[in-house]
Nanobody, 116 residues
Framework: QVQLVESGGGLVQSGASLRLSCTAS????????IGWFRQAPGTERDFVAS????????YYSEDVKGRFTISRDNGDNMVYLQMNSLKPEDTAVYYC?????????WGRGTQVTVAS
């Protein structure tokens, strides 16, 4: 059974940093692209970043490019999202996700709140 669990969210001031973690189980972790998404109240879930199987290729939304860094540790089945220079508009629930055999798997999310 595929399971993703996010952690590391919290309440911070504008300009602060947070590091989110996503731990995965039930899959051959190193074989899959992993993504981070976020959803603010009343909005759709949006893409934030993704990382290739080896970690060599990373992609970011324009909103976070230059501030966020995605990384992975295939030995520990972990994906990280380092978030710097946080802004109030980064406030959202953050999810990690993987697509396996045509099905999307999501964690339950971790809340990030950035106060102005």
């Amino acid at each position: 059974q595929v399971q993703l669990v996010e952690s590391g969210g919290g309440l911070v001031q504008s300009g602060a940093s947070l590091r989110l973690s996503c731990t995965a189980s039930g899959l051959a972790f190193g074989n899959y692209v992993i993504g981070w998404f976020r959803q603010a109240p009343g909005t759709e879930r949006d893409f934030v970043a993704s990382i290739s199987r080896s970690g060599k290729n990373v992609y970011y939304s324009e909103d976070v490019k230059g501030r966020f860094t995605i990384s992975r540790d295939n030995g520990d089945n972990m994906v990280y999202l380092q978030m710097n220079s946080l802004k109030p508009e980064d406030t959202a629930v953050y999810y990690c996700a993987v697509t396996m055999l045509g099905r999307d798997y999501w964690g339950r999310g971790t809340q990030v709140t950035v106060a102005s």
